[in-house]
């Protein structure tokens, strides 16, 4: 069975803090690896992710693949306020998208 | 402006009562997903379309139905047969070209029961 695990489930951090989310996956037909940002209701896309160790990078926040290992990890440097919500992973198997649990980030001013 | 729309927003269901969950796009994107929401859970899928009047179960369907007449519309019944249904529900569509494709997503409906 496909299935996606993040950790740590939730994180609580201090602004200018730098965190790292984990997304570990095993689905038999791999296609792509998205994150996501989910601070009220709708989830807002930040990254795919397709090729292992092709860093993808905007403003503060990055992501990296590593195919082998089938693990993923999202960078946030200089957190800020702002950037407290749920960062979701999923991963397209090429028939649907499979959600982890989703990683429950706050930051305190 | 292109998007997704889902309605309506909160919704509450008594016992025994079916209730439906509209989700609408504009995007002409071919494929759309229902996807609940517990907490602490994350997301998990119900039912996905990739054309119209074909549709394929998710990892959750008891006690869930849904139809695809039109491309532009993907409607969520939730039947008495789903006994814990309070939940937030988000519906997604996506294009279906063949290559990888990010999910657009609904602001979601959140289901109470009475």
């Known amino acids: 069975e496909d299935k996606v695990v993040q950790s740590p489930l939730s994180l609580v951090v201090h602004e200018g803090d730098t965190v790292t989310l984990n997304c570990s996956y095993e689905v038999t037909n791999f296609r792509s690896l998205l994150w996501y940002k989910q601070e009220k209701k709708a989830p807002t896309f930040l990254f795919m992710l397709?090729?292992?160790?092709i860093e993808k990078k905007s403003g503060r926040l990055s992501s990296i693949l590593d195919k082998k290992e089938l693990f993923s990890i999202l960078n946030i440097t200089a957190t800020q306020t702002g950037d407290s919500a749920v960062y979701l992973c999923a991963v397209d198997n090429n028939n649907d998208m499979r959600f982890g649990a989703g990683t429950r980030l706050t930051v305190k001013p | 402006d292109g998007g997704i729309t889902q309605s309506p927003k909160y919704l509450f269901r008594k016992e025994g009562q079916n209730v439906t969950l509209s989700c609408e796009q504009n995007?002409?994107?071919?494929?759309m997903y229902w996807y609940r929401q517990d907490p602490g859970q994350g997301l998990r899928l119900i039912y996905y379309?990739?054309?119209?009047?074909?549709?394929q179960k998710g990892d959750i369907a008891e006690g869930y139905s849904v139809s695809r007449e039109k491309k532009e519309s993907f409607p969520l019944t939730v039947t008495s047969a789903q006994k814990n249904p309070t939940a937030f529900y988000l519906c997604?569509?996506?294009?279906?070209?063949?290559?990888?494709?990010?999910?657009?997503f609904g602001s979601g409906t959140q289901l109470s029961v009475l």
């Open positions: 397709t090729s292992s160790g």
């Open positions: 997604a569509s996506s294009k279906w070209t063949g290559e990888n494709e990010k999910l657009f």
């Open positions: 995007l002409n994107h071919d494929a």
């Open positions: 379309s990739q054309i119209v009047n074909d549709f």
